[in-house]
């Protein structure tokens, strides 16, 4: 799904989330006004720890933040094998504490998301240039 199916369907609150294996990046946005944004960072001794402080955080977190529709920024291409299994533990639990809302959650790619605020990938001819 591309953000701007987003607008077509009338969502009024839209909550972005952009996880990774130390952090959780958020914005609440309400007819494309963002309200409320910001980071936790997940603390723990291993990934194991990072991951439950990902589940309480984005629980206490999505108490406050209700919304229609929850965008999650999908992941990159990872080298690296024990990267892609940490970052896919980190997404696992996020989406299903979002799943829990009952709010719709969809994947956004990262270059749909740039490209709708006016930060798209140059062109050939750009590159060139």
């Known amino acids: 799904m591309k953000l701007a199916d987003l607008v077509k369907t009338k969502a009024n609150r839209v909550l972005g989330i952009d996880a990774s294996t130390n952090s959780i990046a958020f914005c609440l946005m309400q007819n494309n006004?963002?309200?409320k944004w910001g980071k936790f960072?997940?603390?723990g001794a291993d990934i194991y720890?990072?991951?439950y402080d990902a589940k309480v955080k984005m629980h206490a977190m999505l108490d406050e933040l209700k919304s229609d529709y929850i965008a999650v920024e999908g992941a990159i291409?990872?080298?690296s094998p024990d990267a892609v299994i940490k970052l896919s533990y980190?997404?696992?639990v996020v989406i299903a504490e979002l799943m829990a809302t009952g709010s719709s959650v969809i994947t956004i790619a990262p270059s749909?998301?740039?490209a709708?605020?006016?930060n798209k990938n140059p062109t050939k001819d750009e590159k060139r240039e």
């Open 33 to 35: 006004i963002p309200l």
């Open 41 to 43: 960072d997940l603390v």
């Open 49 to 51: 720890e990072k991951i």
């Open 77 to 79: 291409l990872v080298r």
């Open 90 to 92: 980190v997404y696992g």
């Open 112 to 114: 749909s998301w740039q």
């Open 116 to 118: 709708y605020i006016g």
